[in-house]
């Protein structure tokens, strides 16, 4: 990977699963092959060899095998008694930076990557999830497969890479402060009447409260809790005025306040009347 500044993004990083395998290999394979997707092998424990490319590798628990498409190999196996037990996983369409498309490189020239226990605890732990996830059959299962592929593929990556350097004075851009401020504001018109609060909101979305209330605050000149009342208090008058509710409990219920007396002190100060006000004005038409 190149050392100038660069990150991963959806047009690098998104392939299709093809398929999952684990088996325990008693004997050498018998054809010299090569396949048109990308076969990634872990050995999950064991030791044998590979000859790939007209070369022969040893491998040995916690080496990754990338066998990229027209990729020629044949596992040989070095003592039938003890099984090399591998884990296998096909993908295509990924296309890494200063890499072919469609292929995976190892920094270290070769098809194989010997991992440290960190890394290989991650694989080991990612392929287990894998094939639980394969014999259940559960909804979204392929994008479940998908997703620890992903993982597989970043942590890979992440191996053989430096950490990208902070930029001083970064800042996110303008337009990913207005949708982290749409996001919140279409939560707060779909779900007015629940009980809401702003470290619910910020766990929900991966954010501090403190930097939602800033860029909320930055964004709409309110805020975020300010502007729930408000949404709120519009709802209620728009029910009081259509005859929607029977009394101001109910209004204030309707809006996520248990608390009618609570929430007729917010109404006039938002309105200059009580609700009970625009309820019976509206009954009198």
Known sequence: MSKEQYDITREDLNPTFLFICKGA??????????????????????????????????VEEGDVLIFNPGTHHQAIVLDKNKPIVEFFVGFTEINFK?????????????????????????????????LAENEVLRLGRYFMM????????LLIIREQSEPL????????????????VEQIINYFEEHFEEKI????????????????????????????????IDIRLDKAKEMLELGKVDNIQTAADSVGYEDAYH???????RFGVTPSQVKNKNKKL
Request: aromatic letters at 14%.
């Open 98 to 130: 200063d890499m072919q498309v469609n292929h995976l490189n190892f920094k270290n020239g070769t098809p194989i990557l010997h991992t440290k226990s960190e890394l290989r605890y991650k694989l080991f732990k990612l392929c287990t999830s894998m």
């Open 146 to 153: 998908k997703t620890y592929l992903v993982q597989m593929l």
């Open 25 to 58: 290999r008693i004997e050498d394979e018998k054809n010299y092959h090569c396949h048109d997707f990308i076969e990634m092998d872990i050995i999950l424990s064991g030791k044998g060899k590979y000859y790939i490319e007209n070369k022969m590798y040893e």
């Open 165 to 180: 350097e902070r930029r001083k004075g970064y800042a996110f851009e303008s337009f990913g402060k207005k949708y982290v």
């Open 263 to 269: 929430f007729s002190k917010l109404f006039k100060k």
């Open 197 to 228: 609060s702003l470290d619910q909101i910020a766990e929900n979305m991966y954010l501090s409260p403190f930097y939602i209330s800033k860029i909320f605050k930055s964004e709409t000149g309110d805020t975020p809790i300010r502007h729930l």
